[in-house]
């Protein structure tokens, strides 16, 4: 793999609760040797967190541009899922195969990249980092469907 694929995001703001905190570790381990720098908002152990605190934390900064990219972890993916993707901007994509890690860059140009930890296993999850840090957006008529949608809600 080649680290100017990746260069040009980093860095990237990843965060968990404390059912994919192993997870996570690995996550961040795996993206510093594809040489990503990482900034991580925790959690920082095993002991029972709030999900909502940590996909905050990381939607918040990717909503307002601080960092480019995020990944969310959490036992099954889905409560930091719904949690991101309330801050303006974000498009967070639960995946758990390389082909939606594939289309949720490519034709969402998903921003927040969102695992379970309790339904893929570290070689997936980290196949899926790569295929989804490694993955361009396709604009054009993809990003006339993302404009549809940004302004849901307002």
């Known amino acids: ?75 099954t993916g889905l409560g930091m899922s719904m949690a991101a993707n309330r801050f303006k901007g974000v498009r967070a994509a639960l995946v758990s195969d390389g082909f939606s890690a594939r289309m949720s860059r490519e034709h969402n140009n998903s921003n927040v990249l969102v695992l379970g930890a309790r339904v893929i296993g570290e070689s997936l999850a980290q196949d899926l980092v790569r295929i989804w840090m490694e993955t361009p957006f396709g604009g054009g008529r993809h990003q006339e469907r993302i404009d549809m949608f940004e302004g849901f809600g307002s």
Do not use: W
Request: glycine share 10%; hydrophobic share 35%; proline share 3%.
């Open 1 to 75: 793999m080649s680290e100017t694929k990746t260069a040009s995001i980093s860095p990237v703001i990843i965060g968990c609760d404390h059912a994919a905190y192993t997870m996570k570790e690995c996550v961040k381990a795996f993206l510093t040797e594809m040489g990503v720098d990482v900034v991580d908002a925790g959690c920082h152990g095993l002991e029972s967190v709030n999900y909502p605190d940590f996909a905050r934390e990381v939607a918040q900064k990717v909503s307002d541009g601080t960092y480019e990219r995020g990944i969310l972890l959490c036992g």
